[in-house]
């Protein structure tokens, strides 16, 4: 039987037909005399007889050199009016995926202004000089496309969704908001409510208050200190001539890249590109970020009488292009799977204990829990880090574990937004585009020696957050803090 498919082979059925009787009962049935000695011989004698007369031959199948192509030959790189241009043909695809990057992200604006690039984009989504509010959101309904923003602590994006049969038309939505916004007050003033809401409501999610506090503590001498989503304090002081000053400081081509993932042809793009970037300034571009550091383990408590108490520790990593990130990696999908038998399968200590290792321009890698019983899964947690850092992954872990990120970033990259994304990040804070093809292959040539050795190199220092009752999660802030100097 086929476990596959489900079908039976029938030479499997009738391998020891001639070693033993076998009486036909009905027509239904293969007549094993058919295949008698000597009726074999001759028919084998006729079929060698008619092969020859037919003058044929036997040739070796030639072999084919032609070039096989690699993902990243399907990547046309371009410098159109001054911005760098990403297109990725994916011929057959019924959707095309734009992204237009401002590289920066936080280290474009003081704390002062946190959410200002956040505050800027949503406004410019809303309404264009040839696309009045309503209008657009009537021609984005009957095109079926998508106008978007995003924001993150390394860039910002305006992004298109749309069909292939309405990409043009889309494009000329894309193209009036990214060059004319609006930034009517109305606009603005709408966009910056919504934030606030969304800020506020944060303030009673236990989740979301531990990793706002884990921010201030881990960035506060960091250009990430100016959040991406911003602060209440600071959005209620920005209006409408802000926003337009900083989207003009945005709209630079040094800072602007244009990523485009679909059924396309390249010279299409550079064309509506060239008109989109037409007389644009050049500007300057971003400084390198610095990478985070700290010598010393840390506890930041937020007292709140919650029944679960929320925990993170974070250490500092090394950025993408490091040699050993792959490494770190690896161990902190390791470590993840781990906790994650350890605490909740065998202790049943947390529902979602996790492990996890960020990717962007300063990185973090860190542990987290919630847990009724923090004191007891933390302290697990840390076994498993030691473990890490004193034993040798086996090897059918560490192959296992490499196959989790090939399937996982396959599915992530199977639409085409998706792949935008990859493009992008690995452009502007990875080492370039090219790097997003060859990750997994740095993730199949580490080994374990490298995996203990990353563990050892940065997960140390944690630096704790604790949201929740103060007096029950007293033994574990003891425990994690660091004695005082001398002692």
């Known amino acids: 039987m086929n476990i596959l498919s489900g079908w039976t082979k029938p030479w499997r059925l009738w391998r020891n037909a001639a070693t033993r009787p076998y009486h036909v009962a009905s027509g239904t049935h293969p007549d094993i005399r058919l295949y008698d000695k000597h009726r074999v011989m001759w028919q084998l004698v006729l079929t060698l007889a008619l092969i020859a007369g037919s003058g044929f031959t036997a040739r070796a199948r030639p072999q084919d050199t032609t070039p096989r192509l690699r993902p990243q030959d399907f990547v046309t790189e371009q410098t159109i009016a001054g911005v760098k241009t990403l297109i990725k043909r994916r011929p057959g695809s019924q959707t095309v995926a734009v992204g237009l990057f401002f590289a920066g992200g936080a280290g474009n604006i003081a704390p002062a202004q946190a959410g200002i690039e956040a505050l800027t984009l949503a406004a410019a989504t809303e309404a264009s000089r040839r696309f009045p509010r309503a209008l657009l959101r009537r021609e984005t309904a009957r095109l079926g496309c998508s106008l978007s923003y995003l924001v993150t602590y390394d ?4 992004t298109l969704a749309a069909t292939r049969q309405t990409f043009e038309q889309s494009w000329k939505l894309f193209a009036d908001v990214v060059r004319h916004p609006r930034f009517e007050a109305e606009d603005v003033t709408l966009m910056r409510e919504r934030l606030l809401a969304s800020l506020l409501d944060d303030e009673d999610d236990p989740d979301a208050l531990l990793q706002q506090t884990q921010a201030r503590a881990v960035y506060r001498q960091h250009p990430y200190a ?6 209440p304090e600071a959005l209620a002081r920005l209006g409408v001539a802000d926003v337009r000053a900083h989207y003009a400081r945005l709209l630079t081509t040094k800072r602007m890249l244009l990523v485009v993932v679909g059924d396309v042809a390249p010279e299409r793009i550079a064309a509506e590109a060239t ?3 037409a007389g644009l300034p050049a500007g300057t571009p971003p400084k390198p970020l610095p990478l985070l550091s700290w010598a010393e383990a840390d506890v930041t408590i937020v007292n709140r009488p919650l029944p679960t108490d929320y925990v993170q520790g974070v250490y500092a990593a090394p950025p993408l292009t490091a040699p050993d990130f792959p490494a770190l990696r690896l161990a902190a999908a390791i470590l993840r799977d781990r906790i994650f038998e350890e605490v909740r399968v065998k202790r049943n200590l947390s529902y979602a204990p996790t492990a996890f290792l960020t990717a962007q321009g300063a990185n973090l890698g860190g542990i987290y829990v919630s847990s009724v019983a923090a004191p007891q899964a933390v302290e697990v947690m840390l076994k498993e880090i030691e473990r890490l850092k004193t034993e040798l992954v086996e090897p059918a ?14 599915l992530a ?3 085409n937004s998706g792949q935008v994304a990859a493009l992008a990040l690995y452009e502007l804070v990875g080492g370039g585009w090219r790097q997003n093809f060859t990750s997994l292959d740095r993730l199949q040539a580490v080994t374990p020696e490298e995996v203990r050795a990353a563990a050892r190199k940065y997960m140390g220092n944690l630096r704790f957050v604790i949201v929740g009752d103060e007096a029950r999660t007293r033994p574990l802030r003891e425990g994690l803090t660091p004695p005082a100097r001398g002692n």
């Open 155 to 158: 860039y910002s994006a305006l």
């Open 226 to 231: 100016a959040t991406p989503t911003g602060t």
């Open 275 to 277: 008109r989109l970037f």
């Open 397 to 410: 872990e560490l192959r296992a574990t490499v196959a989790q990120f090939l399937t996982t970033t396959y």
């Open 413 to 415: 990259e199977e639409t």
